[in-house]
């Protein structure tokens, strides 16, 4: 079964300052996609990057970028320039079959 | 554009209960994913809906049952609610491949 690992619960950066977010997923499929989304206390849950398993490139969007490492299933979000409106739930993701697994989450706090 | 639009925002059932949970797709999408997030978890899939059938199911017991009307509108129908069940309930659509998947802003349930 695929599964999805967050081990850090909660984070912590300083406004402007980078910070990253660690997610290792587990399968044997080869082709899939892999998610980062940001639930902030709305509740909406917004779609930050993605990323297909057969690009070798890491995916970019302004200043979220990451960090995929397909042979040790590492999936690690990278946010550049923290602001406070970044503050939020994380949620790494892992796509196959049209059905979508989440991890549980990291809590990312920016002090100001 | 509206993007995906659930309603009640909360809702409050007692055990034993059923409740009926609805939602509107993205314009232009044709299929309607409904997840299970349980306070400080991530989301966990139930089902997904296509051309009104169920192509989909995660492992949630045959307590929740769901339907899709032909204009792409879906309902999400748990029986003999558990106290378990409380949590908040995400609606996402897509068009034909989940990797542009929408997110509503989610029903809360409270079952005391």
């Known amino acids: 079964a695929q599964t999805v690992t967050q081990s850090q619960p909660e984070m912590s950066v300083q406004e402007a300052e980078t910070v990253t977010l660690s997610c290792t997923y587990d399968t044997s499929e080869s082709d899939y996609y892999l998610f980062w989304y940001k639930q902030p206390p709305s509740r909406q849950m917004i779609l930050v990057i993605r990323q297909e398993a057969y690009k070798q490139q890491n995916a970019t969007e302004n200043r979220f970028s990451v960090n995929f490492q397909k042979a040790a299933k590492s999936f690690s979000l990278k946010i550049s320039d923290s602001q406070l409106g970044d503050a939020a739930m994380y949620f790494c993701a892992y796509d196959r079959d049209d059905k979508i697994i989440f991890g549980k989450g990291t809590r990312l706090h920016i002090l100001p | 554009d509206a993007g995906v639009t659930q309603s009640p925002t909360h809702l409050i059932k007692t055990r034993g209960q059923q409740v009926t949970l609805r939602c509107s797709p993205k314009s232009g999408h044709d299929t309607v994913s409904w997840y299970q997030q349980a306070l400080g978890q991530g989301p966990q899939f139930i089902f997904q809906y296509y051309e009104e059938e169920e192509r989909q199911r995660g492992n949630f017991p045959d307590r929740f049952s769901g339907h899709q009307f032909p204009n792409y509108s879906s309902e999400l129908n748990v029986n003999a609610l558990l106290l378990g069940d409380s949590a908040l309930y995400l609606c996402?659509?897509?068009?034909?491949?989940?990797?542009?998947?929408?997110f509503g802003p989610g029903t809360r349930l409270t079952v005391t």
């Open positions: 996402a659509s897509s068009p034909e491949s989940t990797y542009e998947q929408y």
